[in-house]
């Protein structure tokens, strides 16, 4: 097959990838800021390791359907307001904990939280997509994604500091500030692309009404896209794990200080190094895909892989003996980075007119584990009595196993190119007969 000659992103759409890069490292630092202030908020708020649990899931009550409706709703109105609009909500929910001195009120603003961060990723994925050549999308969207991952480690530091000098509740309302800077910035140069942008919403119903639902439930129903559902399932496991626990494990059981310069190292660099790593591995398998013209050896084949050294680390962090050990693994395990490229394979077999719509409901059901995960290593924790090393080791296990289940399957089972064939085998008949 003959090579595929390499395509530019425009100046603006790197402003763009750019500006949802922010976006979304401000959104999962909003998630991360949780469990840096875990120790502390337990304490103030005498909450048992359920309780912290629950509290931690509870952001993912309202995620799934959230996401399901505003990101079909911005097929409809823009992804410029809706992103607009959401960021400026999670402002001014992180705004309000600052007030927050009971566990009833603490869990009410992590589940508002959580219906407004539900529709952002999937809402930012169909806002870079119309910007981004077909052969530069997995290094495109994993910039977009470089954000989820490299939030937490930029803000970690400044973060913990806050925590530690001033107390947990300024570092809440640091991050309301910085959510609404970006909105501000995000209504002067953000802009939809010009040929959605430009499009009336009477335009805008006929294309909806075209490829109506009873086309797209098969592509959500098809054995690609429901098994790379499974395989975004698996990482949000465990990021949700990283999210809410892993600054606890560090302290509980490897008896690390907030101080600590491992302790910092343990809550930064997994998300550095994974960031570099959405970032190589987008462009290593859009260059893949270059050469080869297939989804499955250049994005099918390394997600797996991905997902299978995920599984390996995770299990040996909590198996070492030591603290160092521990750091290491945790940084090691490429949580995330296979996201872009799973999120590249829906691109391509989804209707381009509910892209949006397609992409809210893989996320909503993808991130289900944010609500579970959580809640399930609480639960699990506590169930080990005085035993809290050996809870989370169980606990730890489980998400390793989750992972090398999922990696397999999904490598048995998720074939993108012939669906993309087919639904493009489809457009060329619609095509014809219109």
């Given at each position: 097959?003959q ?20 976006l ?11 469990g ?5 908020i ?24 959230s996401s ?8 409809r ?21 600052v ?16 219906a ?22 997995a ?9 989820s ?8 530091p ?10 947990w509740?300024?570092?809440f ?6 959510g ?14 010009p ?5 009336s ?15 797209v ?34 302290v ?37 895909f270059?050469?080869?013209g297939?989804?499955r ?5 390394l ?14 962090a ?7 050990g ?32 397609v ?31 050996g ?38 008949v ?5």
């Amino acid at each position: 097959m003959q090579k595929k000659t390499r395509t530019r992103i425009s100046p603006y759409s790197w402003v763009l990838i750019l500006l949802l890069l922010a976006l979304g490292a401000i959104n999962f630092a909003d998630k991360a800021v949780l469990g840096l202030a875990a120790v502390p908020i337990i304490k103030e708020l005498h909450l048992s390791p359920a309780q912290y649990g629950l509290v931690s899931g509870s952001l993912f009550w309202l995620y799934a359907l959230s996401s399901v409706l505003v990101t079909a709703w911005s097929d409809r109105i823009g992804t410029k307001k809706v992103l607009a609009l959401l960021a400026t909500g999670w402002a001014i929910v992180q705004l309000a904990t600052v007030f927050v001195f009971t566990f009833p009120a603490l869990l009410l603003t992590r589940i508002v939280l959580g219906a407004g961060e539900g529709p952002s990723y999937a809402t930012s994925v169909a806002a870079a997509t119309p910007w981004l050549p077909s052969d530069r999308r997995a290094f495109g969207l994993g910039i977009v994604t470089f954000g989820s991952v490299i939030g937490p480690a930029l803000f970690a530091p400044i973060l913990t500091l806050l925590i530690a000098m001033v107390g947990w509740r300024l570092a809440f309302a640091f991050l309301g500030g910085i959510g609404l800077l970006w909105v501000i910035l995000w209504l002067l140069v953000g802009r939809e692309h010009p040929e959605t942008g430009t499009m009336s919403l009477q335009t805008t119903q006929v294309e909806h009404s075209r490829i109506s639902w009873s086309q797209v439930r098969p592509i959500l129903f098809s054995r690609t896209v429901l098994f790379t559902i499974l395989a975004v399932f698996g990482l949000y496991w465990a990021s949700a794990l990283y999210l809410s626990w892993n600054p606890v494990y560090l302290v509980t059981v490897r008896h690390l200080r907030l101080s600590d310069p491992l302790y910092l190292a343990g809550i930064t660099l997994p998300y550095i190094v994974g960031g570099i790593g959405l970032i190589a591995f987008g462009a290593l398998a859009d260059s893949l895909f270059r050469r080869t013209g297939s989804h499955r050896r250049s994005y099918v084949y390394l997600a797996t892989a991905l997902l299978l050294v995920s599984a390996l680390c995770v299990y040996l962090a909590v198996s070492v003996p030591s603290a160092v050990g521990s750091v290491l693994f945790f940084t090691l395990a490429p949580i995330g980075v296979a996201i872009p490229l799973l999120v590249t394979i829906i691109t391509a077999v989804a209707p381009v007119a509910h892209r949006g719509a397609v992409l809210g409901i893989v996320v909503a059901v993808s991130t289900l584990p944010g609500l579970i995960a959580p809640s399930v290593t609480g639960v699990v924790i506590q169930s080990a009595g005085k035993n809290v090393e050996g809870g989370f080791h169980n606990a730890y296990l489980l998400t390793s196993l989750l992972l090398l289940g999922v990696g397999v399957v999904f490598l048995a089972c998720a074939r993108p190119d012939d669906e993309h064939l087919e639904e493009k085998r489809k457009r060329s008949v619609v095509g014809l007969h219109s």
